[in-house]
């Protein structure tokens, strides 16, 4: 059974910030390609972070130079660092695993940035 656990969300004030964490099980993690999605109350889930089976990274414009991906394949784990937080990070930030035309989601963890 294949499960992504996201954790670490929850309040924070603005310039705050969290680290998220997806734990995978299930699969062969060291070979899939993982990213962070959010979805924010009313709008559509978007890309925010991807990273390789060989560690490349990408950031969607919003959060780059605040924000870093990282995993660890010993631990079948993968991070988002998230720094500098402002209230429009407000989401929900779910984890992904893709493998060619396989795609696992996680549930999700609320991310709320507010004073």
């Known amino acids: 059974q294949v499960q992504l656990v996201e954790s670490g969300g929850g309040l924070v004030q603005p310039g705050g910030s969290l680290r998220l964490s997806c734990a995978a099980s299930?699969?062969?993690?060291?070979?899939?390609?993982m990213g962070w999605y959010r979805q924010a109350p009313g709008k559509q889930r978007v890309l925010v972070a991807t990273?390789?089976?060989?560690?490349?990274?990408n950031y969607t414009d919003p959060v780059k130079g605040r924000f870093t991906i990282s995993r660890d394949n010993a631990k079948n784990t993968v991070y988002l660092q998230m720094n500098s937080l402002k209230p429009e990070d407000t989401a929900v930030y779910s984890c992904?695993?893709?493998?060619?035309?396989?795609?696992?989601w996680g549930k999700g963890t609320l991310v709320t940035v507010s004073s």
């Open positions: 992904n695993a893709k493998l060619f035309t396989i795609n696992w």
């Open positions: 299930g699969i062969s993690f060291r070979l899939y390609a």
């Open positions: 990273i390789s089976s060989d560690g490349s990274t």
